[in-house]
């Protein structure tokens, strides 16, 4: 799988994006759940839009946890 890298300017575009979106639809979220290993900043950045608490969920999916 290739990585793909993102700037800071693009990550605020998709996350801005991504709350008009939830506006949009009429949802408005109670918590923001950010997964880590990359999810957290833009949970952050959510969690202040909609002004509502942010938590972390840490996943692992590989089967060698001792890594």
């Given at each position: 799988m290739n990585?793909?890298?993102i700037?800071?300017d ?5 996350t801005?994006?991504?709350?008009r979106?939830v506006?949009?639809?009429?949802f408005?979220?109670?918590i ?7 999810g957290?900043?833009?949970a952050?950045?959510m ?8 938590t ?10 001792e890594?």
């Amino acid at each position: 799988m290739n990585k793909r890298y993102i700037t800071f300017d693009e990550l605020k575009m998709m996350t801005n994006r991504l709350c008009r979106q939830v506006v949009d639809s009429k949802f408005h979220p109670d918590i923001i759940v950010g997964i880590t290993r990359g999810g957290l900043l833009p949970a952050i950045m959510m969690s202040h839009y909609f002004k509502v608490p942010m938590t972390a969920l840490q996943w692992n999916s590989r089967d060698n946890t001792e890594l």
